[in-house]
Structures are given as C-alpha cells and as structure tokens.
C-alpha cells in the first residue's frame, strides 16, 4: 500500500451526460475533489439528483468522466480497460439501496457468495468454506447458504448484498443508500453490522445518504453535494452541527440532526427496539 496517498483520490471531476443528437451534453458533476483515507467512512449527502450516485458509479467506472481524474492507492483508474476494471473490482464493492432488485432471485445464497470467489480462481472447496465465513461475519444462519433471497426479509437481504460485496475483502465500498429501503429498527442494525465490520477490517466506505442523522452516525467525514457541486467537506460533527454553506443549513433544517448526547441515547433505545422487536433482521 501506498502510506502518503489517501486510498481514493478524486481531483476535479466532470461528469457529461451527452443526449444524441445534442451537442451539449447534460453535466451532472462539476469540478469535484474529495480524498477518502484507508479505514475512513465518508458520507455524500445532498437533495435528489444532485449528482451522489453519479459519482458512486464514477469510482466504479459506470459513469462518462469527461475530466479530471481518479486514482486508487496513487494509480489512475478513471481509464481503465474492461481486463483492468475486471482486476479492481476485488478492491472496490458497491452495495446498492434496494435488496429486492440487487441479488438475483433465482440463485441460492450460497451461489450468490461464491460467484465473485470463483470468478476470482478460487477452488470450489474454498469457496465453500470462504461463504461460510462470509456469512457469519454479517450474522445470518450457516443454512441461510441453501435458501433463496426470497426467503429473507430486507434487512437480511442487505446483509447478503454486505456479504456478497465483502467476499474479495475489498478496500472501498460504496454505499449507495444502503439503509434507506430498511425500517428504522432494521436500518440500526444494519448500521451497527456496516460500522463492526469496518472496524475489524479496516475497509473504507463511500456513504451516500440523504439521511443526515445516519451520516453522523456512521461517518468520519462529510461531503455536500448541490447541483454537482461540492459545497462543504469536514469533519461529520463539524458539518452537522455547524454547517457553513446555506444550502448545508437548508438541509439541516429540512432534516434537524439531534443533540449528540440525545442522538446516542436515541440510537441505544433504538438498537434495544430492534433486537427486542425483530431479533433477526
Ligand atoms: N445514465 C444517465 N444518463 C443521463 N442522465 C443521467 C444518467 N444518470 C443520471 N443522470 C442525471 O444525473 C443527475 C444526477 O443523478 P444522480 O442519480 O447521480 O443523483 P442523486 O443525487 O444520486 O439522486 P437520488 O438521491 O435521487 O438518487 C440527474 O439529473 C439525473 O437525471
């Protein structure tokens, strides 16, 4: 690993949407720099269509960069080849926000886990053993392997979706509003699962949300997007509790982040509910 460059580093990036027929194309992101550290959650929040996912599947390499750049542990990545794109993906996973269109219904769970392990040249036997610890990191059964994903309740759906995205130990995942298709007491435990891990392995997250309480939460870092834009970066506390922009206010206001101690009290009671009423969301 490279020590003195953050992992993801995004200098100036264009986004162009181009429409046929039309010359001028649809910019959807404008000149965005943003560094995400090893180890680092970093939320991107923002109204809809303010550019958020677009630049999710920028990182990912599914969206036009018409300029600037992006590099991943100091290598250039905003150009790659299919074969190079192919070999990044076991360092960057995305974890999508709906679990009932993302995993494929007619696959088991088991096959869902071992796809991108075998797509990687891992043995059959391995890849066994490698989705049986797959799924006790994210806390679902041993026999959840031969079910199907219709079988399962959201919450437990985005922990396969975790687990299928955390099967190559990835170094980046975006989050792309991970929690937001989940009840409040789901979205806490998922939450709790998403810090545990990242706490254990060191992962860094790409967290978008438009849920500023969350990104508190979960976040290290915050970055606001408006019209393409990045209007204000820091420290998640920082931002929420003091944001400089007028449009990061007019957020707040639309959605006031609690006292940090009510907030903590807030999410215990929470975790309590959730364990009490769904213990195996
Ligand atoms: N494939 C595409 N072709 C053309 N325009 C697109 C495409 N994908 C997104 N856009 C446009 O880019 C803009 C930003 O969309 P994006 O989905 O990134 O916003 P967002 O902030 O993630 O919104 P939301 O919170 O609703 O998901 C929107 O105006 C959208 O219409």
Redesign the pocket.
Known sequence: MNTTEPLLRIEDLVVT?RASGRRAG?R?LDGISLQIGAGECVGLV??????????GRAVLGLAPVTAGSISFDGRRIDALGRRGRRALAADIQVVFQDPYTSLNPSMSVGDILAEPIRAAGLKRVHAASRVRELLEQVDLPADAESRFPRQFSGGQRQRIAIARALALEPRLIICD?PLSALDLSTQARVMDLLIGIQERTGVSYLF?S?DLQVVREMCHRVAV?FRGRLVETGEADQVTASPEHPYTRQLMLAAPVADPVVQAERRRERSRLAQTVNPAA
Request: no cysteine; proline share 0%; net charge negative.
């Open positions: 949407y649809n959807v923002g109204e809809s269509g303010s550019g958020k996912s677009t630049l509003e978008i438009h997007m």
